[in-house]
T-cell receptor, first 112, second 112 residues
Framework: DTEVTQTPKHLVMGMTNKKSLKCEQH?????MYWYKQKAKKPPELMFV???????INESVPSRFSPECPNSSLLNLHLHALQPEDSALYLC???????????FGPGTRLTVT | GESVGLHLPTLSVQEGDNSIINCAYS??????FIWYKQESGKGPQFIID?????DKRQGQRVTVLLNKTVKHLSLQIAATQPGDSAVYFC???????????FGKGTSLLVTP
């Protein structure tokens, strides 16, 4: 299995909602990432988990809360988002370092 | 801060021609570089990577060239096909070793 899966593919939520994005990989990778991507822009790093521990938080607002329940799963909990948070949220994994990150298809998030 | 950038935001080529996408980087400490292809509505897909101890690396129809003297990276696609139409991002590892810094991206359009 050489893919990263993400659910849901699309999500529409109001500013008072609480939702979660899920990411899964079964490649034995020990580093997992969340990125945010706006239209026609490169992915922007949000969080990095290494061996299930949060190692990088790129000054992301607290309304985004990551969680790594085990080495195969990565969640992103969303609460009280703003319309400007609408974007494609990408999950990626790599064997321990930043080298050769494998990306999932993303979750298209719209905040209304 | 240091960044990875691209010379051309859009590139239009005819089917069958060779394509060259360029990228300038400024972090001389980077030792790993990677090219991704992103089709509309999908996550970035790994194309090819190269480490700083190499000048050239070839894959199937793709070649990456690294010129450390002028901090320049290029992606060459041979016999470009309509399926190559996408946005191409270069990326370099950052000083933490866990994150990738992405360039702005080049949109490649292959015309029949």
């Amino acid at each position: 299995d050489t893919e990263v899966t993400q659910t849901p593919k699309h999500l529409v939520m109001g500013m008072t909602n609480k939702k979660s994005l899920k990411c899964e990989q079964h490649m034995g990778h020990r580093a997992m990432y969340w990125y945010k991507q706006k239209a026609k822009k490169p992915p922007e790093l949000m969080f990095v988990y290494s061996y299930e521990k949060l190692s990088i938080n790129e000054s992301v607002p607290s309304r985004f809360s990551p969680e790594c329940p085990n080495s195969s799963l990565l969640n992103l909990h969303l609460h009280a988002l703003q319309p400007e948070d609408s974007a494609l949220y990408l999950c990626a994994s790599s064997p321990a370092r930043a080298d050769e990150q494998y990306f999932g298809p993303g979750t298209r998030l719209t905040v209304t | 801060g240091e960044s990875v950038g691209l010379h051309l935001p859009t590139l239009s080529v005819q089917e069958g021609d060779n394509s060259i996408i360029n990228c300038a980087y400024s972090n001389s400490a980077s030792d790993y570089f990677i090219w991704y292809k992103q089709e509309s509505g999908k996550g970035p897909q790994f194309i090819i990577d190269i480490r700083s101890n190499m000048d050239k690396r070839q894959g199937q129809r793709v070649t990456v060239l690294l010129n450390k003297t002028v901090k320049h990276l290029s992606l060459q696609i041979a016999a470009t096909q309509p399926g190559d139409s996408a946005v191409y991002f270069c990326a370099e590892n950052d000083n933490s070793g866990y994150a990738l810094n992405f360039g702005k991206g080049t949109s490649l359009l292959v015309t029949p």
